[in-house]
């Protein structure tokens, strides 16, 4: 639609370009005329809602999506860009929000597959690929070993060996799509490190977050889209948060907070000495009805792990269970899920959507008994519990048919929301709910998740982001290395005291 002073960049040359890009899905035009500038030597923020078509463009760079209309320039030449070998080898590479590993594969076979070295008669040459990987993981200060096996890292560490894989190829543009959502304070500080080496290298950096502190931290430009089209780009040093946020959703956004007066009812889940063997130990707490808990804590303090033991994912070695006084035994997620608790979990990719089936049928796979008859699935009544709870969370699509692995992030994450609430649960364990979401889907969830707890669910929320938990929890349990360190409440709960706690100071 416009630029702002788009002559910041006049005599300079993009190393990449797409003009008046379209993409067509059937019912969706995911992209509709969109431009985007990528200059050699800076980090181009490219923002947007849930929707906006942030990652049709990743997988059009990266030869995985084929445009409709428009054209890609490398260099002001006009280029195609067939296959994801073709773009990796035209010098794209990408750091993806959801990791693509392999967890059979050691560290170094994953940094390299594909293009691995080669010595005599073509064979791997594994040496070499080792010493090539131990020099790329020190280059961004990942201590892993080469030899490990993937399986046996955590997810930040996982996003390490994904960063480490795509730096792998001698790249020109490199996109990093929620680069740091797995990464611990320390992790991050190290790869806006590497930004700034890359940027040294003068290499193209696209930069898609919906942190503004670090948009702003690590970006020299932005591109803002909206609904599929292209809105504005410029200079960020020439524009504040609050009017990006406006091109981005189109109106102020004021509040991302809802505000809540809890009405808090009777206990409805008691743990007590919760442990296992090697994720945590003695976890004890209460949750009452209409309450929001959060549970904080620095990556690696087991929070995750606490609450997929909780769900039946993992089985706890000791500790009790009671749900609304009665003593409780799970054993799987059936189990929980019987008594009344579900869980929402961070990866969404891999543990809480089918991206192969269409977004009715996820939301209905919990609750199969309640939409079938004499052992057969009514459609209708498939469609109907679909859209009651899609309806509720404003979810964002062209028909319930539509493929979930179609949608974006923040509607993957809602119809996995959707799915569990559909249960009609008692507890429900929200992990890292916001994350790699944009800021209107954000404060969505946020309403939802009062209006959850205003009709007297209780809600526990895992969250790494500071602001989320302190202006949606009414108490916070703190986490560090496996075991319950704080509980905070009132004027007590700030940044400080969170931060305090987590890290041992």
Known sequence: MHAINAQSNVGKVPILSLKGITKIFPGVKALDEVNLDLYSGEVTALVGENGAGKSTVVKILTGIYQPDGGTIQI???????????????MGITAIHQETVLFDELSVAENIFLGHAPRGAFGLIDRSAMVRKATKILESIGADIEPAQRL?????????????????????????????????????????????EKLKSQNKAILFISHKFDEIFRIADRFTVFRDGQFVADGRLDEINEAELVKMMVGRDVNQIFPTREPNIGKDVLEVENMSHPTEFADISFTLRRGEILGFYGLVGAGRSEFMQSLFGITRAATGTIKIDGEPT?????????????????????????????????????????????????????????????????????????????????????????????????????LDEPTKGIDIGSKAAVHDFMAELAAQGLAVIMVSSEIPEIIGMSDRVIVMREGRRVAEITGSDLTPESLVRHAAGI
């Open 329 to 429: 035994t799970i054993h799987s997620s059936a189990d929980a899920t019987k008594a009344g608790i579900v869980y929402v979990p961070e990866d969404r990719g891999t543990q809480g959507a089918i991206t192969a089936l269409p977004i009715f049928q996820n939301i209905t796979l919990p609750s199969l008994k309640q939409t079938s008859k004499k052992g057969f699935i009514r459609l209708a009544e498939e469609f109907s519990l679909a859209r009651e709870y899609t309806q509720r969370l404003d979810l964002r699509a062209a028909s319930l048919d539509t493929l979930t692995g179609n949608l974006s992030g923040g509607n993957q994450q809602k119809i996995v929301i959707a799915k569990w609430l559909a249960t009609q649960p008692k507890v429900i364990i």
């Open 75 to 89: 260099d002001e030449t006009p280029t195609h860009l067939p296959t994801a070998q073709t773009a990796a080898e």
């Open 151 to 195: 399986r046996d890292l955590g997810i930040a560490n996982k996003h390490l060996v994904a960063i480490a894989r795509a730096l792998s190829t001698d790249a020109r543009v490199v996109i990093m799509d929620e680069p740091t959502a797995a990464l611990s304070h320390k992790e991050i500080q190290e790869l806006y490190e590497l930004v």
